[in-house]
């Protein structure tokens, strides 16, 4: 059981270049979420969804997109990266049920430059 | 979303247990008490939750006030391997996302 993945782990962007991190989960987890981690700061939650076909904005969502065509897969897009994206993001999975326990990838490093 | 106000540090000497106080004043009936660590430079991890009674896992034991507007998270055994952040964290149970604070900065020392 491998639980939540994320790929790559590290990635060097120009500024203006686009990319997408990769997360999957093997849980059968419904509720899937991204959040980004500036150094010596909390875990800011970016997109989330409660299923396939559902996606919703988190707190910060600008430069990001996402979609969820499976339960299993969550890819997050950035765009246009910016130096101000720079930052530890990290994936998350849960049940939907009333436990609330979240388990999370082990990260994507990404430096825009 | 019930604020949470946790010491932004504290050491602890290997071997003895660790109290992690957590003040939830606002803490409203259907709201849970989370724990997470995160070690550095490694996703968050679930340690322990409750909604009333004082739980019990392999990991560590919440032991909430009566009144639940504090609870306190008890490492019985620090070892080396503890040092991370811990946050405290107030949720409801359909609640969507997690508000990660500043945490406690646990430094274990042998």
């Known amino acids: 059981n491998a639980g939540v993945t994320q790929t790559p782990k590290f990635q060097v962007l120009k500024t203006g270049q686009s990319m997408t991190l990769q997360c999957a989960q093997d849980m059968n987890h419904e509720y899937m979420s991204w959040y980004r981690q500036d150094p010596g700061m909390g875990l800011r939650l970016i997109h989330y969804?409660?299923?396939?076909?559902?996606?919703d904005q988190g707190e910060v969502p600008n430069g990001y997109n996402v979609s969820r065509s499976t339960t299993e897969d969550f890819p997050l897009r950035l765009l246009s990266a910016a130096p101000s994206q720079t930052s530890v993001y990290f994936c998350?999975?849960?049940?939907?049920?009333?436990?609330?326990?979240?388990?999370f990838g082990a990260g994507t490093r990404l430096s825009v430059l | 979303d019930a604020k949470t106000t946790q010491p932004p540090s504290m050491d602890c000497a290997e071997g003895r247990a660790a109290n992690l106080p957590c003040n939830h004043s606002?803490?409203?009936?259907?709201?849970?008490v989370y724990w997470y660590r995160q070690i550095h430079s490694q996703g968050p991890q679930y340690i322990i939750h409750?909604?009333?009674n004082n739980e019990t896992n392999e990991m560590a034991s919440l032991i909430i006030t009566e009144d639940r507007k504090s609870s306190t998270l008890i490492l019985p055994h620090a070892t080396l391997r503890d040092t991370a952040v811990y946050y405290c964290i107030v949720r409801g149970s359909n609640d969507y996302k997690l508000s990660f604070g500043a945490g406690t900065t646990v430094t274990v020392r042998a």
């Open positions: 998350a999975s849960r049940t939907l049920d009333r436990e609330n326990i979240q388990y």
């Open positions: 409750g909604l009333k």
């Open positions: 606002t803490i409203s009936g259907n709201e849970y």
């Open positions: 969804s409660v299923g396939a076909g559902i996606t």
